[in-house]
């Protein structure tokens, strides 16, 4: 049977009245979950791993569940079609976010071993939503056809995102070749290692930044979430997941309301004369709940597990 063409695959709906201006040739499916926040697990059949995830979304988010299976779970249901196409492309910008979707993607359609499977990747700092139609057409003509083991490669990490022992994620990222295949994906799972609590004070790489800005003098939400994404932009977050985190702060560390200030504690905290019990959430596939089996040690820049 004659293959169609391409699939083009947008993360969110950022991107696609860019892509459209552009004109490119091929289909169009819209990737619209968040798989860096939230529990995952690579073990789970795929009918409990995405009931896992509608139950975070719509409980975290407050997303109504017939949306969601709308916005994602349809969408989610078309990549079993992926095999239909000679070429199955793949947008996604640098950031964490962007890059553990792509990692997901990845691990999933190297399964359906379609015929030719590439990404297009701008610039670090660059956002193919806000990319003008002769850049896309230029990002597409340099578009990277993955091989065989870099495929491989991918579901190996995926495997170990989603897994529940991240020492050894850390050793594989460690001994990952020079030059490293997937270049982006390496540092954004680096920046993961950092999103759990700190050895000495329970505060993640996120978590301090923001109180950093604070102390510095910054009041409101708004210009906090500017602040951070010109200081910090390889997280990726949006405004959502950036009030989940402060929230996590509030009102322990960071008052409740705006103007925002520090706290008593929330300033020995982040003078390094306390230290902050982690909040629940999961990090890929570990639970934080009070205590944490890892915590980041910033004087050795490397995850270790606790106590």
Known sequence: MKKLPTLHILNGDASVAAFS????PGQVLVWREVLSEGPVFCALPAREFWQKRQEFITSTYGEVPEKYK??????VQKLEGTGAFFEVVLWFDTDLMCQVNLLYLLQHLHQS?????????PARGKNIGLLKPEELGQLFDRRQQLSGEQLE???????????SDLLHLQLYLQQMPVPVPLPFLERALQLHLRRFPGCADGLSQTERLLLQLINSGTTSINELMQQFWQQDPGYGFGDVQLQHILSRLQPDLVQAKE???????????????????????????VEVNGSCPYCFDYEKSALRRNG
């Open 21 to 24: 201006a552009a004109g490119l």
């Open 70 to 75: 709308a916005k994602v779970l349809d969408e």
């Open 113 to 121: 071993n379609p015929r030719l499977l590439s990404v297009c990747t």
């Open 153 to 163: 490669e991918a579901a190996k990490l995926w495997q170990l995102y989603a897994g």
């Open 259 to 285: 103007p925002l200030s520090l706290s008593f504690f929330g300033e020995r905290v982040l003078e390094g004369y306390a230290s902050f019990t982690p909040k629940h959430r999961w990090l890929g596939g």
